[in-house]
């Protein structure tokens, strides 16, 4: 492991305990099927609302929406408090999202505001429900 350019640095504590996360085996498949369960779901529900995005075996999806920008839909969940990556360089990737599998309740509350952002800007009718 090393401290490389962007803003994920690990220092010693960080390292020790992911060391000690990877050990505990039983904790490890737990967590590991927990994010997989997560991921799966979220890949459903963003298709429903018209999201692509390539398959993924990760901790994150990297999805576009056909009729809104990315730009738009980071600038919205920001100012709700959910953080996602949008790399806004006019390059290949600039109506790209980049959303890690968060919690369940996490990834609940982003579906919502995604689909609060979708009726904004007329792409999606009907009910978005609530955040806790």
Not at 9 to 38: H, K, S, W
Not at 101 to 117: F, P, R, S
Request: with cysteine; glycine share 6%; charged share 25%.
């Amino acid at each position: 492991v090393r401290n490389s350019f962007n803003s994920y640095t690990m220092n010693r504590l960080t390292q020790t305990l992911g060391a000690a996360a990877v050990r505990d085996r039983e904790y490890f498949e737990r967590t590991n099927a927990l994010i997989i369960a997560t991921r799966e779901r979220i890949k459903r529900e963003l298709k429903q609302l018209g999201f692509s995005f390539q398959d993924s075996k990760s901790n994150f999806l990297f999805v576009t929406h056909p009729s809104v920008k990315a730009g738009v839909i980071y600038e919205s969940l920001r100012a709700a408090g959910i953080y996602v990556r949008h790399f806004s360089k006019p390059e290949r990737i600039s109506d790209y999202l980049r959303i890690a599998v968060g919690t369940d309740q996490e990834m609940d509350c982003l579906l919502i505001k995604l689909k609060e952002i979708l009726q904004q800007h007329g792409d999606l009718h009907g009910n978005t429900g609530e955040c806790q």
